[in-house]
Nanobody, 127 residues
């Protein structure tokens, strides 16, 4: 089945940076919009960013706009999330996900529109 494996999480001080990676396999990666979501302890899952099949269109939650950058390398079947100027409120488990339809565009911001999810990687930002 579809496989998504996140990596790159860890502990970082406020103001620092991390780059998350999501390695995808067992589907036609270059055909699909991909997204990043996060879930903090005790809070609901929230949308972070998404990117269309070619990487030409990207979208971000207001909370991360200007600080995070989503990108993809279709030759490597990998989507990335570069996180700069991290804040304690960015602390969460970060998940990558595959949009369920190739006909749905990258602005999709609802988790129910994604059909496969990775296991997540923990990002902890200390103050």
């Amino acid at each position: 089945q579809v496989q998504l494996v996140e990596s790159g999480g860890g502990l970082v001080q406020a103001g620092g940076s991390l780059r998350l990676s999501c390695a995808a396999s067992r589907f036609s990666f270059s055909s699909y919009t991909m997204g990043w979501f996060r879930q903090a302890s005790g809070k609901e899952r929230e949308y972070v960013a998404s990117i269309n099949w070619s990487g030409s269109s990207t979208y971000y939650a207001d909370s991360v706009k200007g600080r995070f950058t989503i990108s993809r390398d279709n030759a490597k079947n990998t989507v990335y999330l570069q996180m700069n100027s991290l804040k304690p409120e960015d602390t969460a488990v970060y998940y990558c996900a595959k949009l369920r339809s190739i006909w749905i565009s990258s602005p999709a911001q609802e988790g129910r529109m994604y059909d496969y999810w990775g296991q997540g990687t923990q990002v902890t930002v200390s103050s």
